[in-house]
């Protein structure tokens, strides 16, 4: 990567010392801490209303509605990053945080899923119109070179706020029927700090201050069609990416199966939640480890070696989580388990953290090269698709989710099988995608 913008960043200080920097890193932590946090104990929720009701899981369809957004608006929302400043759509988004937050606390006190899941879907809007900007913002603010280690920085920063709304949702869910004023006063809290981080961004231009909008943009523009069809590498890159996310999507629900109804089964409910909540925790706390240290590890270039190393890791410690679940809780016969609960339990968050750690290597080489390689004025739209085709993913992981839970259940396998199978979906990608750097084409 060229440091072709070297006038513009004429005078900044360093990545360490940039406060417009950090501020932009904090207003995305608190957002995804927020975001998590609400999402995990709707999650949790999910699992007591399907166990009341005789069902097996109601987490798919929580899932779907968060995702949905993110591919109804994530074309157009990439449209407004690169039309106006992007700062200002992160500031708009703070605002528009607090009041959905107070919206999901009356929800969350109703006692029904319906408006919980209606207020699941509202963050999820504010997010797909959160994402091309902070996302699209990094390459305005921060040196090409420095992009690696901010990216590392960001992502990493990102995690530990899923991580700590995640593991802090099983105690908060406590509260929702106890005492709601806790929930609120949480959650508006995180928006309010949010809001306040996100003044300290200082002012970037607009990318195309004229750009006219077409039919196109709602879903992905025809420049930015045009583009990925040229660039063969980048449009891979942008597939592959995806599956990150994809399973994500698949394995956050599968360590809460896994938790609730076959690890911590014979516990108190707010025991289990907690212990579950923690379990998750472990898996997003190797991501953000990842992260950090692919970032570190590249330095100034994409280190596309990783990705290769990061999908094997991946693929290996979801077989193995799979693997302890049967070997220490349900084999689908009478005999006693090979393993104890507790081993079972701290090897799976062992296991969780290594997978974690691959994934955060797997992905970030994939960011920066998705940020790095389109044109200035393409950034946005080009985030905006890249969040369109994540989502996608993620609202296909529910389906797929729940055809894995149906299969575990009619071959009598524990829940701890859905990470086999979704390391046999994973296998391709690791045995046959190889990245490499090329020539950026002339778009």
């Known amino acids: 990567m060229s440091d072709s913008s070297s006038d513009r960043f004429a005078g900044q200080p360093g990545l360490a010392r940039d406060v417009s920097f950090w501020g932009m890193t904090a207003t995305q932590f608190l957002g995804a801490f927020n975001d998590n946090l609400f999402k995990q104990v709707v999650l949790l929720l999910c699992i007591d209303f399907a166990q009341r009701e005789g069902a097996r899981d109601y987490q798919p369809y929580a899932q779907e509605l968060f995702a949905l957004p993110f591919v109804l608006f994530s074309g157009f929302a990439g449209y407004l990053s690169d039309r106006f400043s992007k700062r200002r759509i992160v500031v708009t988004c703070k605002v528009a945080e607090i009041g959905i937050v107070l919206l999901g606390t009356w929800a969350l ?26 996302f699209g913002i990094l390459p305005e603010l921060v040196r090409d070179r420095d992009l690696p280690a901010a990216n590392g920085i960001f992502l990493m920063t990102t995690f530990v706020g899923i991580i700590a709304g995640t593991a802090i949702a099983g105690t908060l869910k406590g509260f929702v029927h106890g005492n709601i004023v806790v929930v609120a ?9 949010g809001l306040t981080t996100s003044m300290l961004i200082r002012k970037t231009p607009v990318a195309r201050p004229g750009l006219t909008f077409a039919w196109s943009d709602l879903v992905v523009s025809g420049d930015t069609l045009r583009m990925f069809w040229r660039d063969r590498p980048l449009l891979v890159a942008l597939s592959m990416y995806s599956i990150f996310w994809l399973i994500g999507g698949l394995t956050l629900p599968a360590v809460n199966a896994f938790g609730k109804l076959q690890l911590f089964h014979d516990l108190p409910l707010k025991d289990a939640d907690e212990k579950t909540s923690l379990m998750a925790g472990f898996l997003v706390i190797g991501i953000a480890t990842g992260c950090a240290a692919a970032g570190w590890l590249s330095g100034s270039k994409i280190n596309f070696r990783f990705v290769p190393w990061g999908c094997w890791g991946m693929v290996i410690g979801l077989a193995l989580v799979s693997l302890l679940g049967w070997l220490g809780t349900g084999r689908g016969d009478a005999r006693p388990p090979m393993l104890s609960s507790g081993m079972v339990e701290w090897g799976s968050k062992l296991l969780l953290a290594f997978m974690g750690i691959a994934a955060g290597v797997f992905t970030v080489p994939l960011q920066v090269f998705l940020q790095s390689r389109p044109p200035s004025d393409q950034k946005g739209r080009v985030i905006g698709a890249m969040n369109l085709v994540n989502w996608i993913g993620i609202l296909f992981s529910a389906e797929i989710y729940s055809a ?25 990608v690791a045995l046959f995608y190889r990245p490499r750097e090329t020539p950026r084409p002339v778009y």
């Not at 207020?119 to 902070?134: N, R």
């Not at 894995?404 to 391709?428: E, K, M, N, Q």
């Open 185 to 193: 006063v949480a959650y508006v809290a995180v928006a309010a700090t």
């Open 404 to 428: 894995f839970d149906r299969i575990c259940a009619l071959v009598g396998a524990p829940h701890s099988g859905i990470f086999g199978a979704t390391a046999l979906l994973l296998l391709p």
């Open 109 to 134: 006190s109703s006692g029904s899923l319906t408006p919980i899941f209606l207020v699941l879907f509202l963050l999820g809007t504010h997010s797909a119109f959160f994402g091309p900007s902070k």
